[in-house]
């Protein structure tokens, strides 16, 4: 799932794109079987003892949140559940730690600051079950960060080398492989693995290019295009995210079997980006709203763009959707304007 724009544990940063865009289809369902989109009521989450901000970026089929808030000693991972926030901790007794994702079976994965001198502050992928969090390693370098899990248990993120490149990686039974890069890149970094075990990501095609998004399946990585930026892919491989234009901005993006598809956003948007996709091809994101001069947390469904609105203030961003179509992510409350994790429910 995509890390939201107010923060991030990218171990590699998104390149700027100035050419090679791709080119994009209009949006259309392709799932005409979903019902009209009915309202959503935006529940604030709240945050850590101590805290005022916090962020969800996963929810799992069974409605379990995850995400990262303030506390009285730092940052730290949190699950939410049946309206109870619960402080994941974090490695080795350090002040930061985030969650990126949770499986079915309530596995959670994200990244935790660590002591280790020569990560020079930075993170160590971890592992969170049945209240312990475990080190999944690295491949060879200092650091490492988790951004998805499965339902089979497969952790997909972004590790350094021996010889100090950010590769993506897959961490399966203790065991962390390096998935490689595009031919003639040094670096990658996975964002999202599904049931059959797809991932996506992204890498660079030679050193210094663009970076371009990519899609690996057994053994192979496949290029999806140039200044492409994908974070998620559900159980169809239909995957999500967003395309880096040459004017700076960005529109969010569907690839569906080969064939790239600009979402668009609401009238009078100016950029946008998709974060989330579940088994139905339900999209959520968001996009910036120039008339409110701020982001605002959207779902694409049956062709229809939906305003999912705030906690009353200004801003909101949405980060995932579950198979049944609750939403999380982030939304400014309207007094005192504080961001909180927040969860978005039909009505």
């Known amino acids: 799932m995509r890390s939201l724009i107010l923060f991030s544990g990218a171990a590699l940063g998104l390149l700027a794109c100035t050419s090679e865009e791709t080119p994009t289809e209009p949006f259309s369902s392709a799932h005409p079987e979903l019902a009209a989109v009915k309202a959503y009521t ?148 996975a964002r999202a693995i599904n049931p059959a075990g ?41 995957v999500v995210g967003a395309l880096f234009t040459a004017s700076g901005a960005t529109e969010p993006l569907l690839w569906r079997k080969g064939v790239l598809t600009d979402l668009g956003t609401l009238e009078g948007a100016s950029t946008g ?5 579940n088994p139905a091809g339900q999209v959520v994101g968001f996009g910036f709203l120039p008339e409110v001069g701020n982001f605002h947390a959207l779902l694409w469904s049956h062709g229809v763009i939906t305003d999912l609105g705030t906690l009353g203030g200004d801003l909101s961003q949405a980060a995932d959707i579950s198979p049944a179509g609750d939403i999380v992510g982030l939304s400014r409350t309207a007094s005192p304007g504080e961001i909180h994790a927040t969860l978005w429910t039909r009505t």
């Open 42 to 189: 935006a529940v604030d989450l709240g945050t850590l003892v101590g805290g005022s901000f916090s962020a969800a970026t996963a929810i799992s089929p069974a409605g379990q949140v995850v995400g990262l808030s303030e506390t009285v000693g730092g940052t730290h991972a949190f699950l939410w559940d049946r309206g109870t926030m619960t402080d994941l901790g974090t490695l080795e007794g350090t002040s930061r730690s985030e969650a990126a994702d949770i499986n079915p079976a309530g596995q959670i994965v994200g990244s935790s600051a660590t002591t280790d001198p020569q990560a020079d502050g930075c993170c160590h992928a971890f592992l969170w079950e049945k209240g312990v969090m475990t080190f999944l390693g690295t491949l060879g370098g200092p650091t490492s960060d988790a951004r998805g899990i499965n339902p089979a248990g497969q952790v997909v993120g972004v590790s350094q080398t021996q010889d100090g490149f950010p590769h993506a990686f897959l961490w399966e039974q203790g065991v962390m492989t390096d998935l490689g890069t595009l031919p003639g890149g040094c670096c990658s970094e």
């Open 273 to 277: 980006e998709a974060s989330g996709i």
């Open 198 to 238: 797809q991932v996506v990501g992204v890498a660079q095609a030679a050193p210094g290019a663009v970076l371009h998004g990519f899609l690996w399946e057994k053994g192979v990585m496949t290029d999806l295009g140039a200044c492409c930026d994908p974070v998620d892919i559900n159980p169809a491989g239909e």
